[in-house]
């Protein structure tokens, strides 16, 4: 059985998305896997899912006979690749990079936000003057992938234990010791 055959059935069958698998002349093999859309488990693969595939598959490409000196497993990142036309249905209202195998108008690379239209796709893009759209077919891209969105906006921390006001609480000085505030 063909190697790549082996890791996407398994990496399926575990419940993952393969994204994408490359081997290296020096017999690294690399797997990207992402979690399935609306997983119950969250939105981004964790430590935990890379170790589990990565055990499954060292069994299974043992099993099998595929040879490898080295594995690794990991998430896309989240400039993630769009690789398969789900890819496209599943993103789709998000920001993506694409560049065309062929010009349109004189240019490959288009950066926008990402539409379905049945089996076509819309890019809309604002090149600083109005929204333009470009459709589009799977057949016509080279590659896609996700632009990064960073919030930090979301991100929460703790709230620092409320003290009593009636709290006998002795001040310290930096180096540790009590504060003289006679």
């Known amino acids: 059985m063909i190697w790549q055959d082996v890791v996407e059935r398994t990496v399926t069958g575990l419940g993952y998305d393969l994204v994408n698998c490359e081997r290296s002349p020096k017999g690294l093999l690399r797997v990207f896997i992402d979690r399935l859309q609306n997983d119950p488990n969250g939105e981004f693969i964790v430590v935990e899912d890379c170790e589990k595939v990565t055990r499954q598959l ?6 099998e006979g595929c040879a ?3 594995l690794e497993v990991s998430s896309p ?18 920001e993506i990079e694409l560049t065309l195998k062929v010009p349109f108008e004189g240019r490959k690379k288009f950066r926008g ?10 890019l809309v ?6 929204d333009q759209a470009l459709d589009f077919s799977f057949e016509e891209v080279r590659e896609a992938h996700l632009v990064p969105v960073l919030d930090f906006k979301g991100r929460r921390f703790a709230q620092p234990a409320a003290v009593p006001h009636d709290a006998d609480v ?13």
């Open 58 to 63: 060292q069994h299974v490409l043992e099993v």
């Open 125 to 130: 893009f604002n090149d600083g003057k109005v």
């Open 170 to 182: 002795q001040a310290e000085d930096v180096d540790g010791d009590p504060k003289n505030e006679s």
């Open 113 to 122: 936000v990402l539409e379905a239209l049945g089996e076509q796709w819309r």
């Open 77 to 94: 990142g989240l400039d993630r690749p769009l690789n398969k036309p789900a890819d496209y249905q599943r993103f789709a209202g998000s």
């Open 68 to 70: 490898y000196e080295r």
